[in-house]
């Protein structure tokens, strides 16, 4: 489709408008100062912050270790099965103002069970949150289980075995926390055993990790999506290896910037990439702690990048659908709504 007639006049209305998939969201990643608070209220949980302004303003991170440290301790609040629940609704509510159509959730089992949470009421509560979403803003959600990196394989078989009796729960599993000093390939194993189940295989790599994570995520742990990925410009022959395969990468640009992985916004290797030809598709990451959910980073990236067209803007709603793990109907099917948005534009 050619929409080269269309002006960036065009992007405000059209970013909005525009049906989109979000591939790389972290549940835990979405809960607001507030819901933090409220939580930990009802759950009698000390919180080491006075109150929802102090926190926020704890929100200045220096790599992403720094993120990570306030991030696990926000997700000490989530303890009941319906705590999960309202967490989801919350980002779900979000999401359709956005016009997300439809969501692959990121969520971290070790981060709970490791404080005495059942699985079950961590799986339990999502997935009926995904049901809910559907039900009640035509969302289509789904769910992928991530490791922790910085743990050790053993621990990530035994949350994959405490996981299975939910396998009807997730469509796939991930890769995420600290990525320095912790390649894809201490998981192979687990990542073998997870393809075998015929789970989707997804990870992290090349956010702040080298190249060279990229590559044994692909050859190790037979990724089908690279999440983040920004450094493979590093290396020209590892971009020429994603673009011929059309393997999609995941980026999350307002996370980059708050994590220090470019300086700012204007740095940002997103339009490059994508004009390069690579499958790149855009997300929020942790909307909660980088300052926006999906629109906003369309938005501030595309003001940031004035190199983007409204062509930009439709390619990424697409490779959104494209990389999805949705049935290839749905995705023609939300790529006809697509080009109809798109065409509709005077
Ligand atoms: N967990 C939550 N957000 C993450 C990120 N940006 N990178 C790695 N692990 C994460
Ligand atoms: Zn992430």
New binding site residues.
């Given amino acids: 489709m050619d929409f080269s007639h269309l002006t960036r006049n065009h992007l405000p209305a059209l970013l909005a408008r525009m049906p989109k998939a979000e591939l790389h969201i972290?549940i835990?990643?979405s809960l607001e100062p507030e819901l933090i608070f409220a939580l930990a209220r009802k759950n009698g949980i000390s919180l080491s912050y006075p109150s929802v302004e102090a926190l926020r303003a704890a929100y200045a991170f220096t790599d992403?270790q720094s993120?990570?440290d306030l991030?696990y301790a926000g997700a000490s609040v989530l303890i009941k099965e319906d705590d999960f629940h309202a967490m989801a609704m919350a980002y779900f509510a979000r999401a359709q103002a956005d016009n997300v159509v439809h969501a692959e959730l990121?969520f971290?089992p070790q981060t709970h069970t490791e404080r005495g949470v059942s699985m079950g009421a961590v799986i339990g509560g999502l997935s009926r949150a995904c049901a809910d979403a559907k039900a009640q803003y035509g969302i289509s959600a789904s769910l992928i289980l991530?490791f922790l990196r910085h743990l050790s394989e053993a621990s990530a078989i035994e949350t994959l075995q405490a996981a299975l009796p939910y396998r009807e729960h997730f469509v796939g599993v991930g890769l995420?926390?600290?990525?320095r000093g912790n390649p894809p390939e201490k998981f192979a194993t687990v990542f073998a055993q997870c393809r075998a189940l015929g789970l989707h295989v997804v990870a992290?790599a090349g956010?702040?990790g080298p190249p060279a994570y990229i590559h044994s995520a692909l050859d190790v742990l037979q990724v089908e999506r690279i999440?983040?990925g920004v450094r493979c410009s590093e290396d020209p022959a590892l971009v020429q290896r994603l673009k011929q395969s059309r393997m999609p990468l995941t980026v999350?640009p307002l996370?980059n910037v708050k994590?220090c992985v470019f300086d700012t916004m204007a740095q940002h290797n997103l339009a490059t990439l994508l004009h390069q030809g690579l499958c790149i598709t855009l997300n929020s990451?942790?909307p909660a702690y980088f300052g926006g959910y999906l629109l906003t980073n369309f938005e501030a990236t595309f003001a940031a990048l004035p190199e983007l067209t409204v062509q930009d803007a439709w390619q990424l709603a697409r490779n959104s659908f494209e990389a999805s793990f949705a049935s290839d109907a749905q995705k023609a099917a939300w790529m006809a709504q697509l080009d109809a948005v798109f065409q509709a534009a005077a």
Avoid: T
Wanted: proline fraction near 0%; glycine fraction near 8%; charged fraction near 40%.
């Fill in positions: 972290h835990e990643g992403l993120f990570l991030y990121f971290d991530c995420d926390s600290g990525e992290h956010e702040e999440d983040h999350c996370s994590l990451d942790d």
